[in-house]
């Protein structure tokens, strides 16, 4: 028999949750004004969500010493996109 296993879309070390944490907060910043109290306060706490979910990204990697070049890609583009938002929600304080 052939023993595979399937790849999972949101598996650890992907940095998929992360980003899809941080998905509404840019739709926010772009269709919606972080200027009103629940807007402001619906995106702080998507934010801090998101850099729960990097932090425990990068504990899996430590645990699991992950070294795929795939795996980088991802996790500069989520810390990127994650400073744009830092700063964003900064900017409207």
Known sequence: ???TKSP??????AWTLPLLA????????ILGDRASSLWSSLSWVLWALSV??????WAWVFRQAARRPAHWGM???VHAILAWQLIALLMKL
């Open 1 to 3: 028999m052939n023993d």
């Open 8 to 13: 999972r879309a949101t598996a650890p070390g």
């Open 22 to 29: 941080l998905a509404p907060l840019a739709v926010i910043g």
């Open 52 to 57: 729960v979910l990097v932090a425990a990204e």
């Open 75 to 77: 996790c500069i583009l």
